[in-house]
């Protein structure tokens, strides 16, 4: 006898139903916020700024050669051997820090998450950039921009981890991440030098230090906090700052090659 194609449709239709968990590419729970609906009573932004500039003093580190050898699209994007820019140092300004209030927010303070999502790209067979900050909550996409094979997966300790496929150039996956975790990493299983770290964080009060080594967090309320400059291979360094109502406070930075 033969079945309907309905009439088997409706007879599987429960059972389809009841295997939609969600596998690894399923990533962080999409949407969720740390402490349940933070912007419903998101504090206003306050009117005070630090800016400051991150140093670099001594010989910065030679970064390792990387053989790409095996990868020509991403080979031939370079002029001459591609490295492995872990310290990156331009005139004495060391780029790619991440300066974050560590201290002295107002206790049980929500925030608004920012609408903006955090990228990182896959270009060369390299992250950009390899550290990156955000808010718990805040959407973090990732894109490739090669034409190869790019398998990105978090390994983190606090967040929920994922194991993504970017087979082709153009694609763009998002995910977020929930709990405040500093420096969690990120590595692509087919280029075994692919690495990134993402630090999460409870509020949006970071930035990270540019090419010229300078940052800038904006909307803080007027106060004291500390100040904390995290670099993945040269340690942290520490500063008390007081912002004022309006305006800005400096904060200056001084890493060297011994790390802390």
Known sequence: MTIPRYALMTALLPALLACGGK?????????AVAGGDANAA????GGGAIEGTVRFTGNAPANPAIDMSEEEACAKQYTGQPTDSVVIVHDGKLQDVVVYV?????AGQKWAVPAQAVVVDQKGCQYHPKNLAMMAGQKFEIRNSDPVLHNIKAVPTKNRGFNISQPSAGMKTERTFTAEEMGLPLQCNVHSWMHANVSVL??????????DGTFRITGLPAGTYELEAHHVRLGTRTMSVTVPETGSA???????AAAS
């Open 102 to 106: 560590k201290s002295g927010l107002p």
């Open 202 to 211: 409870p509020h949006p009060f970071s930035a990270v230090s540019g090419d």
């Open 250 to 256: 400096t904060a200056d930075f001084t890493f060297g």
């Open 23 to 31: 596998s690894d590419d399923a990533g962080s729970d999409d949407g």
């Open 42 to 45: 998101a504090a206003p932004a």
